[in-house]
C-alpha cells in the first residue's frame, strides 16, 4: 500500500492548538481536559490568583497582574482583571505566537474571566489565530451585577472571538439529575465544554475520508456577533448512528435540535471507527435533514478513526445571529415584565421581526427616554444629595444637548463627577433606574459609534459602576443619535465597545425578569403549544418530552 | 376449611369511568358477579382526583347504580390507585445465619424478609404492596419456603410498590366520605392481573399493559413473580386531545372518530382516503385524512408502548413466553394489537369488546371493567392467603393505617 502525505495545509499540525483556561472556572474546565488528556493540544493556565494556578494540572502557567494583585484574585472586579491582564499582555503574546486554533475558557461574571478573556481573544486574533471562547453565565443567584459583567465580557467576546459558545450555569439542571451531586453538576458542564473542544480538534486535526478543514468551520461559524450552536455525540452497537444524533441534539446549547432549524450553515462531522458503513452515515444525514431547513448549507465531514473502535462520533456546529435567538426570548419577556417597562420591551420585539437593524433606535428610544425619568422621580426624596445632580442634568441636557454638544459633554462628566461621593451609600434605590439608564447606554453607542474603536487606548482607567451609572445616563439622554463622533472626548464609552446592531442589546434591561436569560435555548415549547384539555396542568415531562403534547407535533420538529 | 360465601366489591376510580363491581365468593372459591355499576368520572384527571366534589358525586352515582343492580347494601369496598407517583421497585434482602445456626429458622427468614421491604423511598411516600418474589439459599434460586434447610445465607426477593401518601389518602378520603369503608387499597394493574393473567400465564411470564383514559399501568409477571409494575400518565384521553390538536376537532368530535375511524395499526393501506362522521341529519359532518388520524394516534400509542417498554428490566422482554396482554378501554383501539406486536415482538392478546356493553348489562369480560373485577379476586386471594382473618384490633388499625399489611 502506497501511502501519502495530505498537504500540510490542509491540517493543522497538533503543535498549533492551545488551550487557554482562564480564572477559577476556566482552571476547572482545563482540569477535567487535561483528565480527558486530549492528545496534542496544550494547556495554558492563566489567572491572577496563585493559589487555583500553582494548583492546576496545565503545563503552562502565566500569573496575571504580578504587580497589580500580587498572587490574590481580582476579587471579581473585571476591572482589575483587565489591567491584571495588561500587565502580563507580553508574556501571553509570546505563549500564542504561531497558534492556530486557540480555545479560550473562561467563566464569565467574575474579574479574572470577564475582564481579561475579551484581551486574550484579541491577543490572539491579533497573533492570527482562530479563537474559539466557550464561556460559562454565572448562576443567577449570583445577582445582577455578577450578571452584567458577564453580559459586558461576552458582548464583546461576541465580536471579537471567530466563534463564542455560551453555556449557562443556570441551566446546568438539565444536564444531570436533581438529586445529584453539585460537583456532578459542574463536573457535567465541564465535561461538556471538555467535548466540544475535543471534538473541534478532532475535526480540524486529523484529515478525514471526506475532509472538513478550518475554512469550513469558519463558513459554518460565518455570521458575525453570532452564538455558535454546538452538539456532539457519542453512541456504539446496533443502532449507533441515530443515538449518536440523538445525544448530539440532546446537547443544551441545541435546544433538542429545535434551533437548527434556522441554521444557515451546518456543518456535520462524522467519526467512527473501520466499521462505519456508509448505510450508516446516510441513515444519521437523512434523520439529520428532519432537523435542519432544506435551505440549509450542509458541510459534511467524515473521518475514519481506528481509536475510536465501535463508536460513532457526531460533531453538529452552526451559528445563529443573534438577534435571532433573543427575538423569541424578548417575547416571553415582555409578558413578565412589569407594566412600566412594557412599552418598550414591547416595541422592539414587535419590530425586529421585520427590521431588526433600522426601526428600533428610533421608536425605543423614545418611551425609555421617558421610563427612566419616571424611573428617577422617587429617588429624589429617597436619596437628594445624589439625585439632585442627576437631575439637574438631566434638566441641562436635554435643553444644551442640541445647540452645542461637546462642551456639554464635558460639563456633564465633571457636574457627575462631583456628585461621586454622595452617591456612594444610597446603592439600593439607584438598582431600580439601573436597567434602563443601561440600555440607553447601548442604544446610544450603538446609534452613534458607526465603526468599532478597538484598542486606541484600552489602560484608560475606568470608574467605579456604581458611580458610572449616572453618568452614562444622561449622556445617552442627552445625546441624540444623529451627533458626531463623542468618543473621542468621552472617557466612559468601553474603548472595546462592539458596532453593537441595537438589537440584541435592547433586551438587557429586562434582565433581572428572567433567570435564563442570555441563553438562547428558552423552555419556549411549554408556553406556545396549547395542550388542549390538559391546559395548565404540571408539565407530564418524561425524558425530556412533554408528554401531554401530541407525539405526532413533537415529532415532526 | 368451610367457609361462608362471601360478598366482595371492587371499586376503581378511573379517568374516564368510575366503577364498582359486586361480587360473590363461593365457599368453592369460584366468583360470581351480582353487579356493577359504572358512570363516567368527572374530577379525576390521569389517576389523581383534581375535583373533589365532582369526583364524589360520580362515586355516590356508581354507587346507586352497583346496588340497584347487585341488591346488595355495599359497606366496604377494595380500592384501586393509580397515577404517575406509584412505583415498583425490586429489593433483595439477605440474611446471613449466625454460626452456630446450619439449619434456616422461621424467624431468619423474616429477618431476610424485613430487610427486603425496607426500600428507601421518598420521605412522602407510602409503601402500598411488598409482594414476595422468590427466596434464596446461598444464593440459589428456591421459590418455596426455604425454612428448615441447611445454608449459610437466606436471601428474601421481595417488589415493593410505593406512591406519594397524600394522593392516595385522596382517594380514600373520597370513598369514606360517601360513606364507604375500605378494605384494602391495590396498585391498579395488580389487581387487573389477577383477572386477566391465569397462573400458567404468569410462570411463562406474561406482561400486563392496562391502557385507561388518564393512565397506562403494567405489571409484568416473570416465573410466577412479580417483576416490574407501575404507571405511565398517558391514556385514551391523550388520543383525544392529540386528534383534537392535530386537527382542530372539539373533543366530542375527535373522541367519536378515535373510537369509530381510528387505526393504531401502521399498516399504509388502512390510511387512504378520508375519515367521515355523519350528524343526525345523515351530512358528512367532519372529515380528516386517515393518514393524519391514525398517524396521530398511532405515534401517541407507540410511544406509550415504548416508555413502558424501556421501564421493563433489560432483557424482561425476551423471557415473556405467554405474551402480552393489552386491557383498559383504549386497548379496544382498532390495530392496537398489531402496533403493540410490533413495539414488543411478543404474542399479543386482547379481549374483544362485547356486543352488549353499551346496554344495562355490561359483559363483565370487558376489558374496561377488568381492574375493578379483578379487585374482587384480589379480595378473594387474600382471604384465602390470610389464614386469619384480621380480628376487631386489627380492623381497628386498618381504619387508621390504611397503608400496607
Redesign the interface.
Known amino acids: 500500500m502506497i501511502s501519502y502525505q495530505r498537504d500540510s495545509r490542509e491540517t493543522i499540525p497538533a503543535s498549533a492548538v492551545k488551550i487557554i483556561g482562564l480564572g477559577g472556572a476556566g482552571a476547572n474546565m482545563l482540569e477535567r481536559i487535561a483528565l480527558d488528556s486530549i492528545e496534542g493540544a496544550e494547556l495554558l493556565a492563566l489567572n491572577t490568583d496563585i493559589r487555583t494556578l500553582a494548583s492546576c494540572l496545565a503545563k503552562d502557567k502565566i500569573q496575571l497582574g504580578v504587580n497589580l494583585t500580587k498572587g490574590l484574585g481580582t476579587g471579581g472586579d473585571p476591572e482589575l482583571g483587565q489591567q491584571a491582564m495588561l500587565e502580563a499582555e507580553n508574556a501571553v503574546r509570546a505563549a500564542l505566537v504561531g497558534q492556530r486554533i486557540v480555545f479560550v475558557c473562561a467563566g464569565l461574571g467574575g474579574g479574572t474571566g470577564s475582564g481579561a478573556a475579551p484581551i486574550i481573544a484579541r491577543i490572539a486574533r491579533e497573533e492570527g489565530a482562530f479563537v474559539v471562547v466557550f464561556a460559562t453565565m454565572p448562576f443567577f443567584f449570583e445577582g445582577r451585577r455578577r450578571r452584567e459583567q458577564a453580559e459586558t465580557s461576552l458582548n464583546q467576546l461576541a465580536v471579537l472571538s471567530n466563534a463564542l459558545v455560551t453555556f449557562d450555569n443556570n441551566r446546568m439542571g438539565e444536564l444531570v439529575l436533581a438529586k445529584q451531586g453539585i460537583h456532578e453538576a459542574f463536573g457535567a458542564a465541564d465535561r461538556m465544554i471538555s467535548e466540544s473542544i475535543k471534538a473541534v480538534i478532532r475535526l480540524v486535526i486529523r484529515p478525514g475520508l471526506i475532509n472538513v478543514g478550518l475554512d469550513d468551520l469558519m463558513s459554518a461559524l460565518r455570521t458575525t456577533r453570532s452564538r455558535c450552536l454546538f452538539g456532539s455525540g457519542i453512541a456504539d452497537g446496533k443502532d449507533r448512528a441515530l443515538k449518536a444524533l440523538r445525544n448530539a441534539l440532546s446537547s443544551p446549547l441545541l435546544d433538542q435540535g429545535s434551533l437548527l432549524k434556522e441554521a444557515q450553515t451546518v456543518l456535520v462531522h462524522l467519526s467512527g471507527g473501520e466499521s462505519l458503513t456508509l448505510y450508516e452515515i446516510e441513515l444519521l444525514m437523512r434523520s439529520l435533514q428532519k432537523h435542519v431547513p432544506e435551505t440549509a448549507h450542509v458541510l459534511f465531514g467524515a473521518a475514519i478513526d481506528p481509536a475510536m473502535g465501535d463508536n460513532l462520533s457526531i460533531t453538529l456546529i452552526s451559528a445563529l445571529p443573534e438577534d435571532s435567538l433573543t427575538a423569541g426570548e424578548r417575547d416571553s419577556i415582555s409578558h413578565v415584565s412589569e407594566p412600566a417597562a412594557k412599552p418598550e420591551a414591547k416595541a422592539p420585539s414587535l419590530l425586529d421581526i421585520e427590521n431588526p437593524f433600522l426601526e428600533i433606535d428610533r421608536k425605543a428610544e423614545a418611551p425609555v427616554a421617558i421610563e427612566t425619568r419616571e424611573s428617577g422621580q422617587p429617588l429624589v426624596e429617597a436619596s437628594p444629595a445624589a439625585d439632585e445632580s442627576g437631575d439637574h442634568q438631566d434638566a441641562l441636557s436635554i435643553t444644551e444637548s442640541r445647540s452645542e454638544p461637546p462642551p456639554e459633554i464635558g460639563v456633564l462628566f465633571q457636574e457627575s463627577e462631583r456628585g461621586e461621593p454622595s452617591e456612594s451609600e444610597p446603592k439600593t434605590p439607584k438598582k431600580e433606574e439601573r436597567p434602563f439608564a443601561e440600555s440607553e447606554l447601548t442604544e446610544a453607542t450603538a446609534g452613534i459609534e458607526p465603526q468599532g474603536n478597538i484598542s486606541d487606548d484600552s489602560s484608560i482607567s475606568r470608574d467605579q459602576p456604581k458611580y458610572r451609572m449616572p453618568g452614562k445616563q444622561l449622556w445617552g439622554k442627552s445625546e441624540p443619535p444623529s451627533k458626531g463622533k463623542p468618543e473621542d472626548n468621552d472617557p466612559f464609552v468601553d474603548d472595546i465597545t462592539p458596532p453593537s446592531p441595537p438589537v440584541e442589546k435592547a433586551p438587557a434591561p429586562q434582565l433581572k425578569l428572567d433567570p435564563k436569560f442570555p441563553s438562547p435555548q428558552s423552555e419556549l415549547p411549554f408556553d406556545i403549544a396549547?395542550?388542549?384539555?390538559?391546559e395548565g396542568?404540571n408539565p407530564?415531562v418524561?425524558?425530556g418530552e412533554d408528554?401531554?403534547?401530541?407525539?405526532?407535533?413533537r415529532?415532526k420538529k | 376449611m368451610a367457609r361462608r360465601t362471601k360478598i366482595h366489591v371492587g371499586l376503581e376510580i378511573g379517568t374516564s369511568k368510575t366503577c364498582i363491581v359486586v361480587g360473590e365468593v363461593k365457599p368453592d372459591s369460584a366468583v360470581k358477579i351480582l353487579g356493577i355499576g359504572v358512570t363516567k368520572s368527572a374530577g379525576v384527571r390521569k389517576g389523581g382526583i383534581s375535583d373533589f366534589p365532582q369526583a364524589r358525586a360520580c362515586l355516590k352515582d356508581a354507587l346507586a347504580k352497583a346496588e340497584d343492580a347487585s341488591d346488595v347494601e355495599i359497606g366496604s369496598v377494595y380500592l384501586s390507585v393509580t397515577g404517575s407517583h406509584m412505583q415498583g421497585v425490586n429489593n433483595r434482602g439477605t440474611f446471613r445465619l449466625p454460626d452456630n445456626q446450619p439449619n434456616i429458622l422461621p424467624e431468619h427468614l423474616e429477618e431476610a424478609c424485613n430487610i427486603a421491604r425496607d426500600v428507601h423511598y421518598p420521605q412522602d411516600h407510602v409503601c402500598l404492596h411488598t409482594i414476595i418474589r422468590k427466596y434464596l439459599v446461598d444464593g440459589l434460586e428456591q421459590s418455596a419456603s426455604p425454612v428448615g434447610l441447611f445454608a449459610k445465607t437466606v436471601e428474601a426477593d421481595f417488589h415493593v410498590v410505593h406512591g406519594i401518601g397524600n394522593r392516595i389518602q385522596n382517594s380514600i378520603k373520597l370513598v369514606r366520605e360517601c360513606p364507604l369503608e375500605v378494605d384494602d387499597i391495590v396498585f391498579a394493574p395488580i389487581a387487573t392481573a389477577q383477572m386477566a393473567l391465569d397462573r400458567e400465564q404468569r410462570l411463562r411470564g406474561a406482561l400486563l399493559i392496562d391502557i385507561g383514559g388518564g393512565t397506562t399501568d403494567y405489571v409484568l409477571y416473570l416465573e410466577g413473580a412479580i417483576a416490574a409494575s407501575g404507571c405511565i400518565p398517558v391514556g385514551g384521553d391523550h388520543v383525544t386531545n392529540d386528534i383534537h390538536l392535530v386537527t382542530g376537532l372539539p373533543f366530542s368530535k375527535a373522541e367519536k372518530l378515535k373510537i369509530l375511524e381510528g387505526n393504531a395499526s401502521s399498516d399504509p393501506s388502512l390510511s387512504v382516503g378520508f375519515a367521515k362522521l355523519t350528524d343526525e341529519s345523515g351530512f358528512a359532518d367532519v372529515e380528516v385524512k386517515r393518514a393524519i388520524l391514525n398517524e396521530v394516534i398511532r405515534q401517541r400509542l407507540e410511544e406509550t408502548l415504548k416508555l413502558v417498554h424501556e421501564r421493563l428490566p433489560k432483557g424482561a422482554v425476551e423471557k415473556i413466553g405467554a405474551g402480552v396482554f393489552l386491557t383498559g378501554g383504549t386497548s379496544l383501539m382498532n390495530g392496537f394489537s398489531e402496533l403493540a406486536f410490533d413495539v414488543f415482538g411478543r404474542d399479543i392478546y386482547r379481549p374483544e369488546a362485547s356486543e352488549n356493553s353499551d346496554s344495562d348489562h355490561p359483559s363483565y369480560r370487558d376489558p374496561r371493567y377488568a381492574t375493578a373485577i379483578g379487585l374482587i379476586r384480589y379480595a378473594q386471594i387474600l382471604e384465602t392467603e390470610n389464614i386469619k382473618p384480621p380480628g376487631c384490633l386489627g380492623k381497628l388499625f386498618r381504619l387508621f393505617w390504611p397503608f400496607g399489611r
Open positions: 396549547p395542550k388542549g384539555r390538559f396542568e407530564n418524561f425524558d408528554l401531554d403534547l401530541p407525539p405526532f407535533l415529532k
